[in-house]
Structures are given as structure tokens and as C-alpha cells.
């Protein structure tokens, strides 16, 4: 149940058909939309010896195909309150999610990472640590372009497997009523709330799943700068690590940027020491750290103005840190799009402090941000546009040597683009040209 386009629904599906199952799968999105995933599968299937079935049931749902499976795969983001989840579970069918599975299955140590915000940043770095002890490791969970499952073909008992978890898989996690070995919460900020329905309890109560089933020989490592990081303490079952930026000796060469980037990196260091590693070790691979595409990624310099790609921030928080990191008050920003049912009103003055210029990509969000710089009596060109190559080509006009560009939305992606990840293909796309 949801195939998607970002390579986990296929890898699923691919998986599964490879195992001999007769697989249904199933989509509100039209089968034009979904034809590159549905064309990879039928490459898949034609390349195999065999009878291998895959039906495909695009542009609806259909309740008799929840009442006759043998097990239910669901994604991420299908509704908390969905009639045909409502409906399998009626019929004593289990549904299960990728990671969560494979959380059930694998037999070996899981370093699970959840957090609004620096999960994949943090899950890169730990991953990049871990390999340091020289066990066969593993990075998996929320990434662009692949399942979870298909690893336990290749991952053995004293492997480690790293997994971003968002809020969305943990919920298979819950059902399982399983957690991860080391579990990681980077920080805790509204989000998503389109999805929760302006719930915050909701939203915190998925991200609790991560050490909701730790036992007393698990870890707990928590942000100490964090109000809700506290709570969980409260509830912590493992044994509980605190990080803050302050634990990273300041002779260590640190090379992405932003206060919350310590964060991710004391949170890594954290888990470092967890799996044995001396702080000479954790220091090499830190600072040997560039990042992680889409994240404050420098793209290049033209003319004297640099170029950054942020298109992962899908929230005013996470902007609200890039513009901070950038330390710049010459940038010109490129932001808006979805709205999330987020408030942008934190957001607007530091726009207004470190921007010359702000053009926004049209949404539902956009007119909200929009209201909020009027508020703050924003004076400077604010800018609306239909598409990136518009957005680019303005930012480019209003730029001089010495300013920078920065593509770092505060909003969400659907509408004008398939995914954050198609949004920020398209800004490296026109900043190369």
C-alpha cells in the first residue's frame, strides 16, 4: 500500500516478488505518475526465471484487497485513520512496515535515529563511525531510493545497521513492539502537522515508539537542550547518554556548518562511545564529515555568489538554522511551497536580519509566510514564481559578488515538484547551467 516514487515501494515490491509472493500493489497515484516505479518493476519481472505475479491497482484502493491478503505492507504517511489499514486489521491480517520488519528480523545490533530535525545528518555521521569498528555496517531506513528489507539477504548477526526513522516508520516499530539497540533522538519540533491534524501528542507519541521497547540493556541518547528529550527521560527504559554541542573539544576541525550541526555531531559522537571507539577514532571520521546532499550542500560559486542547496528544510525551524549557519546577511533566499500546517512567525525576523532579498516558490504556504514579513515590515523585493528555473534566474538578478544564494524552502515540496529531493535536483540543475 503506496509504491511511491522514491525507490522503497519498488525495492519492497521487488523483494517480495523475488521470494515467490503474488503481490498486489496498490496506489491513489495515477499510473501515469507512478510510471517510473511501475516501469522498474516490470524490468525486474522480466529479467526473473519464473512465475512471478504483480498486480497493479493505481489511482484507488480497493477494499476486498485488504480482506483477502495474506500480509499488508504499508508506507510511510498512509493516514493514521485509514478505513483499509481499519479494514485488514478487521480481518486479522498483520501489516507490517519495511524497517520495522527487518527490525524484527535481522538478529543483528540496530542504531536506530528519529528527531524532526538532523536525522539524516546525524545517521550519515553515526554510519561513518560505526564503520570504524570494523563491523560490516549497514545504512538504511529513511534514504532516498531504497527499502529496508532486501538487506536481510546480506546483513549477519554481529553486523550493525544504522536506520533514519522518521515519525511515520516508527509506527511499525510500535506495532512490533520492538526498539532499537541505540536509540537517538536529535531534537523534537512541530511538524507534519497536516498529517497529525495539529496534534502534538499524536506526532511525539510515534516518535516515542524508538525507545518505547528498550529494554535495561539498550541506550538511550538524548538532546540535553531539548524540553521534550527531557519527558522521555522520564519514560526511558535503556540506559540514558545526554549530548549537547559543548561535549565537541573545540581543536576539532569541523567542516559543515551551523550551531545545529554540533548537535548532529555530539549526538554521533555519543553513539561512538556506546560502540567502544576511542575519541581519536570519533575525531577522524568527524572531521573527515562533508555532509549530506540537500542539507546546506555548497553547489558552486559563480561570479563571486555562492550557491546552497537546503531543500530538505521542510520546516521554519530548519531554515531558521541554515541562514543562522550561512553567517552571512547578504543572502538572497528561496523558500515557501506546501504548508504543513507550520507557523512561520519565528521565522519572518531572522529573515528580515539576514536577507536582501526573498523569492518565493507558489503554495499553500507561501501566502502565510508572505503575511508574517509583512508583519515584520519586511522592505526589501519579496518575489513569487511559478517554477525553479524562475526562482533561480530571479535569485540570480538580485545577487552581487559576495552574497549567497540559498534554496531552503521552510515548506513542503508537493504540488510544483514530486519530493524535496526532485526540488532540490532542479535548483542543482539550473545553478549548473
Not at 525507545?211 to 540535553?224: E, P, S, Y
Request: overall charge positive.
Amino acid at each position: 500500500m503506496g509504491l511511491g516514487l522514491l525507490g522503497r515501494g519498488v525495492g519492497v515490491v521487488k523483494y517480495l516478488a523475488g521470494k515467490g509472493a503474488r503481490v498486489t500493489v496498490t496506489d491513489l497515484k495515477s499510473v501515469k505518475d507512478l510510471a517510473p516505479s511501475v516501469r522498474e518493476i516490470k524490468n525486474f519481472l522480466k529479467n526473473k526465471k519464473g512465475a512471478y505475479q504483480v498486480k497493479f491497482i493505481l489511482g484507488k484502493h480497493r477494499l476486498e484487497d485488504f480482506r483477502s491478503a495474506d500480509m499488508v505492507f504499508k508506507a510511510a504517511g498512509v493516514p493514521l485513520d485509514s478505513v483499509y489499514i481499519i479494514e485488514a486489521k478487521k480481518n486479522d491480517i498483520p501489516v507490517f512496515m519495511d524497517d520495522a520488519l527487518f527490525g524484527r528480523e535481522a538478529g543483528c545490533k540496530i542504531i536506530g535515529i528519529t528527531g524532526t530535525r538532523g536525522k539524516t545528518t546525524t545517521s550519515n555521521l553515526i554510519y561513518e563511525i560505526a564503520k570504524a569498528t570494523r563491523k560490516k555496517t549497514y545504512l538504511a531506513g529513511n534514504v532516498r531510493g531504497m527499502a529496508t528489507l532486501p538487506l536481510l539477504e546480506k546483513v549477519k548477526k554481529n553486523d550493525l545497521a544504522v536506520l533514519e526513522l522518521s515519525s511515520w516508520q516508527l509506527q511499525g516499530w510500535r506495532d512490533l513492539k520492538i526498539s532499537p539497540y541505540i536509540s537517538v533522538v536529535t531534537n523534537i519540533y512541530p511538524d507534519h502537522m497536516n498529517y497529525y491534524k495539529n496534534s502534538m501528542t499524536k506526532y511525539v507519541h510515534d516518535k516515542e515508539a524508538i525507545f518505547a521497547n528498550q529494554t535495561k540493556n539498550d541506550f538511550l541518547v538524548l538532546n540535553q537542550n531539548c524540553a521534550w528529550c527531557k519527558k522521555f527521560a522520564r519514560k526511558a527504559r535503556g540506559k540514558m547518554i545526554w549530548f549537547s554541542a559543548n561535549d565537541i573539544p573545540r581543536e576539532w576541525k569541523i567542516k559543515i556548518l551551523g550551531e545545529h550541526n554540533l548537535e548532529n555531531v555530539a549526538a554521533a559522537m555519543a553513539v561512538g562511545k556506546i560502540l567502544g571507539l576511542s575519541e581519536t577514532q570519533v575525531r577522524k571520521v568527524v572531521e573527515n564529515f562533508r555532509g549530506v546532499p540537500g542539507r546546506l550542500e555548497f553547489v558552486r560559486e559563480v561570479s563571486g555568489v555562492k550557491y546552497y542547496n537546503d531543500t530538505t528544510a521542510t520546516m521554519p525551524e530548519a531554515t531558521i538554522a541554515a541562514l543562522r549557519a550561512l553567517k552571512s546577511e547578504k543572502v538572497i533566499l528561496i523558500a515557501g511551497g506546501a504548508d504543513k500546517n507550520l507557523n512561520f512567525k519565528n521565522l519572518a525576523p531572522v529573515i528580515k536580519k539576514y536577507t536582501k532579498a526573498v523569492v518565493l516558490l507558489s503554495g499553500t504556504a507561501t501566502p502565510k509566510l508572505n503575511y508574517e514579513l509583512g508583519i515584520m515590515k519586511y522592505e526589501l523585493p519579496i518575489v513569487i514564481v511559478e517554477s525553479m528555473k524562475k526562482a533561480v534566474a530571479t535569485a540570480r538578478k538580485f545577487a552581487t559578488r559576495g552574497d549567497v544564494v540559498l534554496l531552503s524552502p521552510a515548506a513542503a515540496s508537493f504540488g510544483m515538484f514530486k519530493n524535496e529531493f526532485d526540488r532540490g535536483d532542479k535548483f542543482l540543475k539550473e545553478v549548473k547551467k
